[in-house]
């Protein structure tokens, strides 16, 4: 499924898979192995050098994963992560132009916002769907409750310091559409190429459902 909209994005599962990458030799049978497990929308962070060309080959040579380009802080980003292939963007906060190179790629995003006031000028914009990032930082599950009451029309992927014991807590809220994890490749797994203790992983967090 290719996203047409930022709404899209939460559909696909309830855990986007947030990975940084140091070498770009990684990127294929990585992606494959979230997308065995079940998680299709991978967010490859442009962290390192090797993101866009990780972004690339996945994009090339896995169709059935839907990668994005994550940590994108500039219009050049954007562009060159469009360029890449990538499916959507993730930005861990958002500026009036960052959020201008985003609408002219054409590609759903997940700007990010961590107040009151950040998420309300995205909603001027139209903005719906966002990153609520650093997540555990910036006040958790507690803080995203608090905003569900005044802020209804605003929807949240958090990320940053969740784990699979925090994530069903985050998924039960009303205004989060889904989490960002990096807890899914371990560094020590992705430079052993354990492959199958990614796919374990990734399958445990595609089975995870909101906690009563």
């Known amino acids: 499924m290719t996203p047409r ?4 994005l939460f559909a696909l ?16 049978p990585l992606a494959r192995a979230l997308v065995a497990g079940g998680l299709p929308a991978i967010e490859v962070t442009l962290r390192t050098e090797a993101g866009l060309a990780g972004i690339e080959r996945i994009a090339a040579e896995v169709p059935e994963a839907v990668v994005g380009a994550g940590t994108v802080t500039t219009p050049e980003q954007v562009r060159a992560s469009a360029e ?3 499916a959507f963007l993730v ?7 960052l959020l201008g190179a985003v609408r002219d790629s054409g590609l759903p995003a997940l700007p990010g916002a961590a107040t009151a006031s950040e998420a309300l000028a995205l909603l001027e914009q139209g903005v719906h769907a966002m990153k609520f990032f650093p ?20 929807r949240f992927c958090p990320t940053g310091g969740i784990t699979p014991q925090t994530a069903p807590g985050y998924l039960a809220l009303p205004n989060v559409g889904c989490v960002g994890g990096t807890w899914l490749t371990p560094a020590d797994a992705v430079a052993a190429g ?14 995870l459902r909101p906690a009563a």
Request: hydrophobic fraction near 45%.
């Open 5 to 8: 909209s930022s709404d899209d």
């Open 13 to 28: 599962a309830p855990v986007i898979p947030v990975v940084v990458l140091d070498s770009a030799e990684t990127a294929v």
């Open 84 to 86: 890449a292939g990538a």
């Open 91 to 97: 930005s861990p906060g958002c500026t009036p132009r």
């Open 135 to 154: 997540a555990e930082a910036a006040g958790g599950r507690a803080y995203l409750k608090s905003l569900s009451g005044p802020l209804p029309q605003a």
């Open 194 to 207: 354990d492959w199958g203790r990614v796919e374990e992983l990734a399958r445990a967090a595609a089975a």
